[in-house]
Each structure stands twice: as C-alpha cells, then as structure tokens.
C-alpha cells in the first residue's frame, strides 16, 4: 500500500507552509543519510552546457538545480565559491590514510536544521510580533550549506570522485581519521545527469582516485550563512576619532571583522591570534572537559539555564567610578516614556495588559564609551576585561564586536519590560542553540550586564526564564506580560557582579523598578557581524 502523507516545510520569507518538491523518499533519505541521489534531474542539452562550466539558469531558483538548493536552504540562497570541474581521470593527492574530509559538528555556518517551530497569528491573520494570538506547529528545515554534484559521465559505485560518510551531518562527535578503504566512506553510483544534493555538515570530500567519473560540483549557501570568500573588498572603516587612543585588545573588539586580530583570553590576560584561525574564529575556544577547572561548572550553568552570573568582577574602586561616571551625566539620558517603544511594540510606560510591569517610562543613559574623560574610563576597561573575552570566546567564539553600551537608570516606579526573544519559534536560525561535543553553537547575541548596585528579592529589574533557549513551545501572553510569573526568575546580584545571557535565544525581561535607590547597570552587546570569511576548521578536538 503506498503512503499518503505530504511533507511541508515553513518558507521564512513568505511565512507560508509550501509542500516539498522531493519525493517522501528523499525526504526521508536526505534527513536520515544526509545526502541524496537525484536521478536523470538534467538534459543532455544542460550536461552539455555544464562541460563548458556554463550554468546559465540552472541553479536560478526555478532552474533545473536551483529548485532543489531553494527547497532545502530556503530563499536567498547563493553560490558559495566557483564551480570546480573534476575529469574523468582526475587524480587526487590526499592520504589515503586520512580522506581531507569537510563537514562534522564543527559549527552552525554550514548546519542542517529540521525542527519544530511555531508560527503565530492575530485574529486579523497578520503575523504575531508580541501579543496575544493563535500560534500553529511548523516545520522549519534549512540546510546551510549544501553541496551539489552535477554527474556529467557515470561513475561506478565505490569509483565516484566524491565521497560522503552517511548520517555524519548530526553526529554529536567529532569523526576520527578515516581512510580510503573505511566502510564507512562512501563514493555513490552516480549516472549522467544525476544530481547529488549533500548538506555541507555531512562529512564530504573531493578525493578522485583516477579512474571516476567526471563531475561538476557547486556549493550554495543559506542567505544567512558566512561565504568562503570574503565580499569585494571595500575600504576598512576607521574607528570613531574617540578610539584611536585606545589599546589593542579594545580596537579589536570595537572593530569586528574589520579587524586583523582575533582576541583570546585565559581570564587573567588577553593575546592575539590571527583572523583567519578558523579553529578560533566564531566557535567555542575549547571543548568541555569535566574535572579540569572551574569553567567546567560555568559552561554547565551557561548551557542549562541560557545565563551565566559571575560575581566579584569588579572591585569597590572601579564600582564607584562607573556610578559616579553615570551621575554626573545623568542630562545626557533619554528618557523612553509614553509612547515610545523598543522592538516594535513594548511599551516602555502603561504596558498594554501588563498592570505589573507597566510604569513610568525607562531613563537610560546610552553611549558609555563616548562620555567626557574621565568618566568614560570604567566603561572601556569593560569592553574587553579578560574575565569577559574568556567566556565570549566559549560562548560565541572569537571575532564578535560589541555593540550596544547604555546604563540603565530606573528609578522608583520606571517601567519594566515584557517578556522577549526564546528559541520557541526558530524561523530564523539567529535564534538557535545547541551544544555539540561540549561547544556552544549559536547566532545570538550575548548581553552583558555590569551591576552597579545591589539587587535585592524586591527590587525588581532583570528576569528570565531558565532553559528557554531551548524551549519547544511559543510563551505564552500571560507569561510575557509577567502576569502569570511561574517559569518566570528573578535575578538577585551584587553590585561588582557581571551577568551574560542569551540576548536572542533565551526569553528575558524586566519587573518594574521597586527599590527606592536607583537602578544603575551597564548593558554591553557582543555578537558577530557576519562578514568575516568562512573557513572550516580543521579537526582536532
């Protein structure tokens, strides 16, 4: 009896479900094995254009190929690099001990992802931002990368020049060396005018042995995916004329991917390392391994709660600078009150439906590192402490810039914030997070809160919900408005002490202000740019 069931996929770009173009066998086949064999998918006529390395419309999102890179890295995509022709008797020189093998659990830039999400609804069938509404099941899968070999002459099975590990695009494992002769290591039968579509985070090779068939292969990206070429070159914007005195370290981090330098830490000090170091750049420093230092404990927390506090970071002295540094520029704050919104539709003043949270507005005092000397000084020696970059570099890896650094100042009755971000409705992949062999993989970005003051039980200020990062259902309105607080956590601090959260991936928020002193909190962002060249890292653990 055969199957009747439709495979549908969420389109992030339309916001609608569309019914895959493949077949519930290759479907199924490419989740499980991580590639699949389209048979016949080009003419004669296209095989010929392909010799001459002319694509023309075939890799447009209707062509002949292209339809199928749209239904698996969605719309958007593009060609990643030149197409590389390998002949008939192209012979490779790898070591037959070790196939030179791309692909792994080595970073989300070339991910597969095939979960389920949540779409929501207003009555009025517009999309939902923050309030109340229906909510549907989706399922969102988006290949990365992926990898297309285009068969121009056959190639007998165990002779194709290109060689995949079957299942390896989610494994949890680095993969060991594997040789030539591993039962492991594929070279599939291919047919001319065959397409194979392999996602990039499969282990995958060009490694021709002489006596294969000829091939064309391509490989696209996701639109939000990092190219391995690096984009035409424009001239390095300068820093701000307030950061040309600055030190290294601090250059570094305010530049980003502009920079040369990647910035590396210990905790105690800061060195530099080149910026094309992919074992460095834009992944976790280091994998997890338990009982050898305190980090073990600070990774376990991070990774669980999607928050990380890290308490006596700053002494008395340095303290009272940033408070006095704040006070005596309190006429440079903005003051954020009725009417006025953050991310599109919070009231910072009478919080619709929020009777808890709602208040009088929220001052803030916003560009800490451009206020008049000295009272700037305790906020740059923020920007790249070594306690900080330590722990960014395991989190996010290497190569981020900071971006936002505003204080927060709320006084009695100022505003709290509703609920937002969480990892409920991943549609896009900027919300992900996963930790793979001990590393952290995710786009978000991490805020960075320097406490200034004493948080007690009663205060108010920061909550968050522990473990949202990961959460598999939308949050609901009540939660959101803090009207319903059971998931809902209130984080008590000392002044010197530093918390690091999720600023994409974990949902957080704000109680109103209660205390009778003010609130004073340094808020710093740090988070990668997306404009640094991709580069698989090479496979020690």
Known sequence: MADTFTVSHWNEATHAHEPSILTIEQDFTFDALGFVVLPQVLSPAELSACRDDELGDLCSEGGAVGRYVRELCGDGFRQDGQARHVSADAAGEHDEASLPLEGGVDTLERAYVNLTGWNGR????????????????????????????IALTD?????????????THKSGLPAPPLPSSSPVAERPALAAGDVLLCAASTLHGVCPQGDGGELLVVDFISRTARPQLPPDQQDTPPLPAWAEELGEAEQTVLAGSDSHSLLLSDGTATWFSAADNADAAQRASSALEFERRDEDAERWAFDTHGYLLLEGVMDDDWVDAAVAGIDTNLDRMVYRGVGDKLDGDVTLADIPGAPTISGTGRPDLKDL???????????????????????L?????????????????????????????????????????????????????????????????????????PGSHKSCYPMPQSVRVCNERAPIRHVQMRRGSVLFFLGGAVCHGAYRWEAESP??????????DGQRPFTWPSKKV
């Not at 590192?369 to 722990?391: G, S, Y």
């Not at 609130?519 to 710093?524: D, K, P, Q, S, V």
């Open 155 to 167: 190639s007998a099975d165990g002779q194709c020049p290109l060689v995949v590990v079957p299942s």
């Open 393 to 465: 570099n395991w989190m996010i890896g290497a190569g981020y810039k900071v971006s936002q650094n505003t204080a927060l100042c709320h006084v009695k009755g100022s505003s709290g914030q509703m609920l937002h971000a969480g990892n409920a409705n991943p549609t896009s992949i900027g919300k992900l997070y996963e930790m793979v062999n001990g590393r952290a993989h995710t786009k978000s970005v991490i805020n960075i809160a320097w406490q200034l003051t004493d948080v007690g039980p009663d205060d108010g200020g920061f909550v968050i919900v």
């Open 369 to 391: 590192f451009q206020l008049p000397a000295p009272h700037n000084e305790p906020f740059l020696k923020m920007l790249a402490h070594p306690a900080i970059i330590q722990r």
């Open 122 to 149: 207003n009555a009025d069938g517009a999309q939902l931002q923050r309030v109340g509404g229906a909510w549907e099941e989706i399922r969102i899968r988006q290949c990365q990368g992926l990898v297309v070999a």
């Open 519 to 528: 609130r004073r909190t340094a808020l710093l962002t740090y988070g990668h």
